[in-house]
């Protein structure tokens, strides 16, 4: 059965940092997105990756994935306020989550 | 364009009491998904379905059923509720995999408290 684990879970980190947050899978798949949620809201997506080695940036967020290794990875460049959300990966076609990292970040 | 649309937002059941909730797309999606969010537990999944008239489990299906009569309706129901199943509800809908823009777009989210 497909697990899907992100970490960590919980990041506090000060502006103007960078930070990598993870996400391992299980099994086999070409098809990791990564989504964000705001306190009480509901999901918005931020990237889909559909193959070996993609990689997509918005701002100041860049997703990757490695399908050989089943690690995709979000890394926060300079970080400001305004990225404080809970984020979340997802697999496969059955979108299959992560128990989310929520991230916070401090002036 | 309203995307996806969850019916109700809010509900507090008594223990037993049955419901349905309904989810609605308009963006002719051939997936919709079921999921339930819990504190400290990310998102599982319920149901899903491929398409009209199928239906498929997902991670946690028991106590619930679903049905896909049409394209665009997703119906998610409770039997009889029981307060394990007190949970934000979400509902989700994407194209189909071979896709190239196969992000799935979620509803607002339906709060059910069982008493």
């Known amino acids: 059965e497909l697990k899907v684990e992100q970490n960590p879970l919980f990041l506090s980190m000060q502006e103007g940092k960078n930070y990598t947050i993870y996400c391992n899978y299980s099994t086999t798949s070409d098809r990791l997105y990564w989504y964000r949620q705001d306190p009480g809201k509901s999901l918005e997506s931020l990237f889909v990756?559909?193959?070996?080695?993609a990689v997509k940036q918005e701002g100041r967020l860049m997703a990757s994935l490695d399908t050989k290794a089943r690690l995709s990875t979000l890394h926060i460049t300079a970080a400001v306020h305004d990225l404080s959300a809970t984020y979340f990966c997802a697999v496969d076609s059955d979108m299959r989550f992560g128990a989310g990292t929520r991230l916070t970040v401090k002036p | 364009n309203a995307g996806v649309t969850q019916t109700p937002k809010f509900r507090v059941l008594k223990t037993g009491q049955s419901m349905t909730l309904l989810c609605a797309q308009d963006m002719n999606h051939e997936y919709m998904y079921w999921y339930r969010q819990d504190p400290g537990m990310g998102l599982r999944l319920i149901h899903y379905?491929?398409?009209?008239?199928?239906?498929a489990k997902g991670e946690v299906p028991d106590g619930y059923n679903v049905s896909r009569l049409k394209k665009q309706n997703f119906l998610l129901g409770l039997e009889s509720a029981a307060p394990s199943q007190t949970s934000v509800y979400f509902c989700?809908?994407?194209?189909?995999?071979?896709?190239?823009?196969?992000?799935?777009?979620f509803g607002q989210g339906t709060r059910l408290t069982v008493v």
């Open positions: 989700a809908s994407s194209w189909r995999p071979g896709n190239m823009n196969t992000e799935a777009f």
């Open positions: 379905s491929v398409g009209e008239g199928t239906t």
């Open positions: 990756l559909l193959s070996n080695g």
